[in-house]
């Protein structure tokens, strides 16, 4: 807990963190930027003198958001916290110790929502061919960038991978995405042969502790489960290597994807199921990125464009 936060809204952050963790099977990684969140604004309610959760007024909220705009935070930024605000003070109404929400009259931000960048298939096939050797590294690593390319998955589902998720003779893996939800990833036939590749050399590693069934099934030279923080610097080295520095990173595999598929006619339902995208409008930025490439290549080439 901050100690710069009062001690009965500390314990009440905390209590709403549980509650997300138990009831919405929030991920470390989400309750992670809630906790930082909440104990931004505890420390500026705090500051202006309050000392429970119910001492927030809409006026100090206003005051708060002010303050994030003239500290330089982007308005993605601020429309997130305010949202963490909101979700914290919906659950102090279930929970009974306020009886409006303070930060539901706070309107956030206009937010432009940047389109997502991806690789064309030229520069695709230039990043799956970087890892040329026959090293175990290099095996690896084009086993993960060819299943990622395959599946859409994100680097910190497919460091979740273990063996048993693998069905390469069905083609599919077994994804666990956001909210502990689970879902079907596809392995072509170019992403199975890497990872049968793989699963014929790593034999020479040391054994990962665990049980049989929680085997990872990409791993480090010590034979523990490969970090996120690990694919994603081996995804930069091969970006480098593919002269792609600067215009991708890790997720930009997921992007393209997306992209490639709606590109040849994908249907956008079933991109949502690929990309394990709770609501279909999360989806739909990539068909703004399709039309915004066929409207490019219309005032490229047609005499009548302008």
Excluded at 70 to 75: C, P, T, V
Excluded at 183 to 201: N, Q, T
Aim: include cysteine; charged fraction near 25%; glycine fraction near 8%.
């Amino acid at each position: 807990m901050s100690t710069d936060v009062s001690p009965r809204l500390a314990v009440a952050i905390e209590r709403f963190l549980k509650s997300m963790a138990a009831e919405k099977a929030a991920s470390p990684h989400t309750l992670k930027g809630y906790r930082e969140d909440l104990l931004q604004c505890g420390e500026f309610l705090t500051s202006a003198g309050c000392q429970t959760p119910a001492d927030a007024t809409s006026v100090l909220l206003r005051r708060y958001a002010a303050a994030l705009h003239a500290s330089g935070y982007a308005a993605s930024t601020v429309a997130r916290k305010l949202a963490s605000m909101r979700s914290f003070y919906r659950f102090g109404q279930r929970e009974g110790w306020v009886k409006a929400n303070p930060a539901r009259p706070v309107k956030s931000p206009r937010r432009t929502r940047p389109l997502p960048s991806f690789l064309t298939n030229d520069e695709i096939l230039r990043l799956l061919g970087a890892p040329q050797g026959e090293s175990l590294g290099d095996v690896r690593d084009r086993a993960i960038l060819e299943l990622m390319y395959s599946s859409g998955v994100r680097v910190s589902e497919l460091h979740g991978l273990d063996d048993h998720d693998l069905d390469l003779a069905g083609g599919t893996i077994r994804v666990r995405g956001k909210g502990r939800r689970e879902r079907l990833g596809i392995v072509g036939s170019h992403a199975a042969e890497a990872v049968r590749c793989w699963l014929e050399i790593r034999g020479g590693l040391p054994q990962p502790a665990g049980t049989s069934s929680r085997q990872p099934l990409f791993r480090n030279r010590f034979g523990r489960r490969l970090s996120v923080r690990g694919v994603a610097r081996l995804l930069e080295k091969h970006l480098a290597t593919a002269g792609l520095s600067g215009r991708a990173s890790p997720h930009t595999l997921r992007h393209s994807f997306a992209t490639h598929l709606l590109d040849n006619g994908a249907d956008i339902r079933s991109v949502q199921e690929l990309l394990g995208h709770k609501s279909i409008v999360t989806t739909q930025v990539y068909t703004h990125v399709t039309t915004a490439r066929l409207l490019d290549a219309f005032n490229k080439a047609h005499p009548r464009a302008t």
